[in-house]
């Protein structure tokens, strides 16, 4: 009888010990426990809501992530969403909060960052985020598991990494090389011309050794950064699929660091005396080979014609 007793004090010892080491509802002073399991390339659909902004969709397709957001969709690199994978699935957790202590860790609903990724096999993985703190001197999150709702303190920053919308996956940048050693200029109707920056300069006849005009011409083109973004939603007036109005290759000192500036709503005809009429849209479009994703409107009509007059183009 009493080895019956002996066995079951310690089973039952046993049992409670699993329990308080895997359920949120036994706390201990410390923990090493990973709160996610899925592997990050599985990985394939991210959804953040935070505060009162509507909710950011990220989402994989066999070869792009795209964020979604209000109407609003681009398109990003896998460098962008890496980052936020690796937080997700390296959440480790250093111990176990009290259940009450929502309201003191920000884990609450209007001041807490609801996350939740769902695998190509759609499991899903749900977790809020909520304040963030230093302990021992190190950096520190507080996080809820849901649907069990137990509360961790689990390493690392994460707050400013998932207070994100979907302006944070944009890119300004065209990508126009530092370094530039040719150019090709295409406009549509009218004519090709192409060459590098010194020698035989843009002729095709070869008469001209220089261009004239050309350092003012290029300090035009690099002012293309930082332009308001043009929505999907935007650019249906212009027909993209039918190739660009006019369109700019830029070689830097690579193959690698050519760039294309393709640009919509701007209409040629040919003028008088060698010169060349243009007629611009209210607003014309940029696009940008090293800037694939987005589309940009063109505000300053004065340096859109000046850059699409060529170096050495008049235009009217």
Not at 116 to 129: P, S
Request: proline share 5%; aromatic share 8%; net charge negative.
């Amino acid at each position: 009888m009493k080895n019956k007793h002996l066995v079951l004090l310690f089973l039952l010892a046993l049992f409670t010990g699993l329990v308080s080491r895997f359920s949120p509802w036994f706390k201990s002073d410390r923990i090493e426990l990973f709160l996610v399991k899925a592997p990050g390339n599985e990985i394939r659909r991210i959804s953040i809501v935070n505060r009162q902004l509507p909710e950011l969709l990220l989402e994989a397709d066999e070869k792009n992530w795209y964020a979604s957001q209000d109407d609003v969709v681009v398109g990003f690199p896998d460098s962008l969403s890496a980052p936020l994978l690796d937080a997700i699935t390296a959440m480790k957790a250093i111990r176990i909060l009290d259940d009450s202590s929502a309201d003191t860790t920000g884990l609450v609903p209007g001041k807490c960052i609801e996350v939740t990724a769902e695998t190509v096999n759609r499991r899903k993985e749900h977790f809020r985020i909520g304040n963030e703190t230093l302990t021992g001197g190190n950096p520190a999150t507080c996080v809820q598991i849901l649907p069990h709702g137990g509360i961790y303190l689990v390493e690392g920053h994460l707050r400013k990494l998932f207070d994100i919308d979907c302006e944070d996956f944009r890119s300004r940048e065209t990508g126009i090389p530092d370094h530039i050693s040719a150019i090709s200029i295409t406009r549509t109707g009218i004519d090709s011309v192409s060459g590098p920056l010194a020698g035989s300069g843009l002729s095709a006849d070869g008469e001209r050794d220089t261009i004239p005009g050309m350092k003012e011409w290029l300090e035009a083109v690099r002012q293309l950064n930082n332009l308001p973004y043009a929505n999907l939603s935007e650019i249906g007036p212009y027909d993209i699929e039918d190739g660009p109005d006019y369109r700019i290759e830029l070689a830097g000192g690579s193959p690698d660091q050519t760039v294309r500036l393709d640009f919509y709503g701007i209409k040629f005809t040919k003028g008088k005396n060698m010169s060349v009429d243009v007629t611009m849209a209210k607003r014309c479009l940029l696009h940008s080979s090293a800037n694939e994703y987005n589309y940009f409107f063109l505000g300053d009509r004065e340096i859109v014609r000046r850059i699409i007059s060529g170096p050495d183009v008049r235009v009217r």
